[in-house]
């Protein structure tokens, strides 16, 4: 099992940046692939991004690409997202999750571990 505990959310304005860090812990971290999604009022969840166990390998959602970058510390246990240029759409609560098999995946049935999100507010 893992837990994992995100934090760095806030309130930004248009165009502002934000760095969201997910932290592990309970077993080895770099077995687990990674991803972060997203749930807005409202909406369902919107896959954001996702990276492989050794980091090699990350796909984006669609709406994120080229403004946010994933990325992980398996020393520290940690995974990152690094959100730039953001949109008053990007407001939501943010979620990371792990899995043990696969290498990355875009969906949230194949997450088995989560944390409790944490909110982002764009402010325009």
């Known amino acids: 099992q893992v837990q994992l505990v995100e934090s760095g959310g806030g309130l930004v304005q248009t165009g502002g940046s934000l760095r969201l860090s997910c932290a592990a812990s309970?077993?080895?971290?770099?077995?687990?692939?990674l991803g972060w999604f997203r749930r807005a009022p409202g909406k369902e969840h919107e896959f954001v991004a996702t990276?492989?166990?050794?980091?090699?390998?990350?796909s984006y959602g669609d709406s994120v690409q080229g403004r946010f970058t994933i990325s992980r510390d398996n020393a520290k246990n940690t995974v990152y997202l690094q959100m730039n240029s953001l949109k008053p759409e990007d407001t939501a609560v943010y979620y990371c999750?792990?899995?043990?098999?696969?290498?990355?995946?875009?969906?949230?049935?194949?997450?088995?571990?989560w944390g409790q999100g944490t909110q982002v507010t764009v402010s325009s």
């Open positions: 990276i492989s166990a050794r980091g090699s390998t990350t």
């Open positions: 999750a792990a899995a043990l098999f696969g290498r990355i995946s875009t969906r949230r049935n194949e997450y088995t571990y």
């Open positions: 309970g077993s080895t971290f770099s077995n687990y692939f």
